[in-house]
Nanobody
């Protein structure tokens, strides 16, 4: 089992950028695909982006609109979510998740093998 810890959240103005990190420990990192989800106050958790175990395959939610970029380092055991052109509606707690099944990772399901505790992103207008 892999354990995940997110970092990099904070407060930023509209149009600003943030880079979230997801540090992994435990089982072989390259066995796992990574996904980012977010949950805004009063809303359901939603899928944001995913990267496969190799770092080559990537998948994004439609609302990302080319503003976000997902990546990983299999040397550092880390995943990343680079977020640009942030909007107030991007305000949410962002979670990193991992699963060995790519179909589950991109299937917008909460039933993934590992989750981080989340990091808060606040975008002010």
């Amino acid at each position: 089992q892999v354990s995940l810890v997110e970092s990099g959240g904070g407060e930023v103005s509209t149009g600003g950028s943030l880079r979230l990190s997801c540090a992994a420990s435990g089982s072989a990192f390259t066995d796992y695909n990574l996904a980012w989800f977010r949950q805004a106050p009063g809303k359901e958790r939603e899928f944001v982006a995913a990267v496969d175990w190799s770092g080559i395959g990537k998948y994004y939610a439609d609302f990302v609109e080319d503003r976000f970029s997902v990546s990983r380092s299999n040397v550092k055991y880390e995943g990343y979510l680079q977020m640009n052109s942030l909007k107030p509606e991007d305000t949410a707690v962002y979670f990193c998740a991992a699963d060995r099944n790519w179909g589950r990772v991109v299937g917008n399901t909460r039933h993934l093998e590992a989750w981080g505790q989340g990091t808060l992103v606040t975008v002010t207008s």
